[in-house]
């Protein structure tokens, strides 16, 4: 199979050109991919051909140049596709790996139910996977979701509302609950919406505020279903602070995150970040890509597991600045970091993830540490889904003095579809909602850029450029 086509692709400066592309082979030999005439990319097994219909713009999208990640690319990930034989449309999950291609061998993350951490990934829009701005896609086998009767309207938002939805799972409201979402745009919206259906789902009786700026915000909140909107420009800040069980923070921003510190009383859900330094961290964006959390050293978390997992903490790395630690029972490595890098590398490892499956650590430096040991290398000391424990001095930082007081930091990345697809069915009065009130403007494809500059305007929500 052989398919040519023209699209625009994102470059560094963060703008458009014009590109030829051509995609050639199938589904059970592989691919290769062309651009400009020259080799660009070679797949193996396990991708679909896809026809593109519709694709969302995100805030990942708007700051793709920021990211590390090779330009130009064909960008895009919240996709609408249909098969090009049978015309079913379907979502695509954005992680390519072993299990969403179905390999035959599997990585030790696959293994571990952790694939969409797989160290080999690519990423569908994002890494050098052409993604869903082009009229084609190739799509790994298993990544590809039927929609059915969903609305391809809400069905273009899924990859955002899994995202939102799988942050309310980690970061779950209890009976009595008081939970802010802070910043509520795009993905913020979209926890409003997903905290209303797990409230329904769960019969968990909580209140869901929105903070936000902006009345207009405010007003789509209490549409998505919020039981109170705060405007924070005009609100006095010591009146709302310790005020909420769980604070979701989808602001982006060091201002946000400072204030959802202060307005939490016992958890932040980091949702959203800029790549830049916050609270002295250089590394609170891979914190959230690796779905890290930041807790208080104490014997209960100590046993800290996701929900759903069954594993223990084995092998536990302590960073030096912490002091001799004994935890019985437990496998504690007490050396300096790029020491425990290399031994990740050992026999000690082999047959295992190669990771520390818990890290302890004393101050900013020593965190960032353990989440990435070298700068170049995107490889942390702690298994995805792992905690560190602060034990150390908080030294008037905001995040550390939250943590010493018994506050907990969790974040997450990527949702699953198909719980997603699955909750909006059963909430087909939700689902209605989030097309109505999210999708303020839809392009044709080729006005990508005007659609890009509309975008990144306060004015707009969610903005779709279509295909068809």
Known sequence: MKINFNTLEYTDQGLFNEADYMFEGNVDTGWQILRKGQRHLILGEGYRLMKTRMCGICSTDLARRFLPFPLPQVIGHEVIAEDPESMEKSVVEINDTPYSRGDKIQDVFCRSGLHTHSPGRMVLGIDRLPGGF???????????????????????????????????????????????????????????????????????????????????????????GSDHEIDLANVNEKSITDRFDIVYDTTGTESGFELALKLAKREVHLKSTSGRKVCGFNNLTPFVVDEFSLLPFSPENIDFIWAGEKRENRKIYAAMGVGKIEIHGRDVNRIHAREALKRLESFEFANRLPRFDLAVASSVEEIDSIIRPVKSKEISLLRPRGAVLFLGEHKENPLLHFISKGGRLRSSRCGDFRTALKTLKENPDISEMISRYLISHVFPAKEIENAFQIAATKEAFKVVVRHF
Do not use: M
Not at 135 to 151: C, E, F, G, M
Not at 160 to 183: K, N
Not at 201 to 209: E, N, Q, R, V
């Open 134 to 224: 082009g009229p084609y896609i190739l799509a790994p086998k298993n990544a590809v979701v039927p929609i059915q009767d969903l609305s391809e309207y809400s069905g273009v938002l899924i990859e955002s509302f899994a995202a939102a939805f799988h942050a309310i799972t980690v970061s779950p409201p209890g009976r009595g609950d008081s939970v802010a979402v802070l910043g509520p745009r795009r993905l913020g919206a979209l926890l409003i919406a997903g905290l209303k259906a797990y409230r329904r789902l769960s019969g968990a009786d909580f209140k869901i505020y929105a903070l936000a700026k902006y009345k207009n915000i405010l007003r789509l909140c209490s549409s998505l």
